[in-house]
């Protein structure tokens, strides 16, 4: 046995690595804040996108308790929703999936964006095809882009020549994870490789700074954010009538960015159909 404390060493870690955000992203967390507050308030969306592990933080953002409407979670089941670890659906498949080139423009054309909408991408490591590719694509679309990602990680990679870059190349803004480039965080004595990733702490307080500050600049500009609360806080029928208001503003604002399809207009009834 010796004196070293794992755990203790995460949570060193672990406030050192909040330090670092706190103390080097103000600046780039207030421009996103305002980007999205004013994406909402014009009636904009703010589209998320993160795939493996980076799909978190977009589940984080909405919707949960302490969350509002406003905000479009992608999120891609094949490379997300790896029930087992070998095998079928398993994470050779999921991370493979990640790394195809040209499957982002796929997830990309079913969805119509406007002018005023803003795209976040989450990647640890900005190098995969698929969220490099979500953030060039919503650009190309005319959406201003987020990336939040591992910058340190990211440059200590090469990207893929069929990709053409790394996702902070895509990007109007870039918040950094502030993560070291092997993410895990404590070096064990006797053990050759690092332990405990950072990139989930690092996103879920990013998310959730964001959150607070977005709801503060809506509010004081008069767009009052309908946020999902317990009713332990609030009580049970104000906290259904904010839950139905956060899901029916939610369903209002998505339903404008499913692509419709010519053949996918309703049909008007009593009309034979020629074979």
């Known amino acids: 046995m010796t004196d070293f404390d794992g755990c203790r060493a995460w949570f060193d870690e672990a406030e050192a690595l909040l330090e670092r955000i706190v103390s080097s992203q103000a600046?780039?967390?207030e421009r996103t804040a305002a980007l999205c507050a004013d994406c909402i308030a014009a009636e904009g969306l703010v589209h998320l996108f993160?795939?493996?592990h980076s799909r978190m933080p977009v589940e984080e953002m909405f919707p949960r308790y302490g969350s509002f409407p406003g905000f479009h979670p992608i999120?891609?089941?094949s490379m997300s929703n790896h029930f087992d670890v070998v095998g079928t659906n398993g994470q050779r498949q999921a991370?493979?999936?990640e790394r195809t080139p040209g499957l982002a423009e796929v997830i990309l054309e079913n969805f119509s964006f406007e002018p005023q909408d803003v795209m976040v991408v989450f990647s640890a490591n900005g190098l995969n095809a698929v969220p490099v590719e979500m953030a060039r694509g919503a650009r190309r679309r005319g959406c201003k882009v987020v990336a939040v990602t591992g910058v340190q990680q990211s440059m200590a990679g090469e990207p893929d020549p069929a990709v053409g870059g790394r996702l902070l190349d895509e990007a109007d803004i870039v918040i950094d994870l502030c993560t070291h480039e092997a993410d895990a965080m404590v070096q064990i004595p006797g053990l050759e490789t690092p332990v405990g990733p950072g990139s989930t702490l690092a996103y879920v307080a990013i998310v959730n700074s964001l959150k607070v500050r977005i709801a503060q600049l809506l509010t004081e500009s008069g767009v009052t954010p309908p946020v999902i609360t317990r009713a332990s806080v609030v009580g049970a029928e104000r906290s259904r009538a904010l839950f139905d208001s956060a899901y029916r503003e939610h369903a209002r604002r998505v339903a404008?960015?499913?692509?419709?399809e010519p053949d996918d207009e309703p049909r008007q009834s009593g009309v034979k159909e020629e074979v």
Do not use: A, N, Q, Y
């Open 75 to 77: 999120v891609e089941l």
């Open 27 to 29: 600046e780039v967390l």
């Open 95 to 97: 991370m493979f999936i």
């Open 50 to 52: 993160g795939s493996g």
């Open 256 to 260: 404008r960015t499913i692509v419709r």
